[in-house]
């Protein structure tokens, strides 16, 4: 079946630091998506990539739909202490949206 | 704007006891989803439900059945629920065109002891 991969599986990065996360699949989609989960809450969507090569910003986050269909990255520049959450990539067909194992992210102030 | 609502927040069940996990949406999707969170872990699909009147396996459907009963609402049934079964539990909805974007509601905390 589709599987996605993420990496790094957490990260601890200091407040104000860049942090950059992938996500790849063994599966071609037609759109990506990135969504962010704090602890006790549904994920909430972040950015949504529908074309292969697009890149996407939304505030301090940008996000790259990989021109394979593949894969996608996302980068969050100069990290505040409410970046803290996972970090999840989905990736959209048709029918389904198949999630990532997910990022960890923990920002030291 | 409730957006998509999950009942109820919080259960715990004993083994072999049954429940319904009720879900609504106000958006007018036609697809909507049932995931289930394990600690470290992330997503995983349940079923899911393209539009009214039918429903498909996902990842991981097996001790699960669901019920699409009408646009608005997905239900997803535990006949016996095991301990394997203790997860968070959550439901999204989205349009069903492709270029669209999932939205998900709270969550269902299920303990089963």
């Known amino acids: 079946g589709q599987q996605l991969n993420q990496s790094p599986q957490s990260m601890f990065i200091q407040e104000g630091e860049d942090v950059s996360m992938n996500c790849t699949s063994s599966?071609?989609?037609?759109?990506w998506l990135w969504y962010k989960q704090d602890p006790g809450e549904g994920p909430v969507l972040l950015i949504a990539l529908y074309k292969a090569g697009e890149l996407t910003s939304n505030g301090r986050l940008t996000a790259q739909f990989g021109i394979t269909r593949k894969d996608s990255f996302l980068n969050i520049s100069a990290s505040i202490p409410s970046d803290v959450g996972i970090y999840f990539c989905?990736?959209?067909?048709?029918?389904?949206?198949?999630f990532g194992p997910g990022t960890s992210l923990s920002v030291i102030p | 704007n409730a957006g998509v609502t999950q009942t109820p927040k919080f259960q715990v069940l004993k083994t072999g006891q049954s429940m319904t996990l009720q879900c609504a949406q106000d958006?007018?999707?036609?697809?909507m989803y049932w995931y289930r969170q394990d600690p470290g872990m992330g997503l995983r699909l349940i079923y899911y439900?393209?539009?009214?009147?039918?429903?498909d396996k996902g990842e991981v459907p097996n001790g699960y059945n669901v019920s699409r009963l009408n646009k608005r609402e997905f239900s997803l049934r535990l006949e016996s629920a095991a301990p394997s079964q203790t997860s968070v539990y959550f439901c999204?909805?989205?349009?069903?065109?492709?270029?669209?974007?999932?939205?998900f509601g709270q969550g269902t905390r299920l303990t089963v002891v």
């Open positions: 999204a909805s989205h349009t069903g065109t492709v270029n669209t974007e999932a939205f």
């Open positions: 439900s393209a539009s009214e009147g039918t429903t």
């Open positions: 599966s071609i989609f037609n759109t």
């Open positions: 989905a990736g959209q067909d048709a029918d389904k949206v198949i």
């Open positions: 958006m007018n999707h036609n697809s």
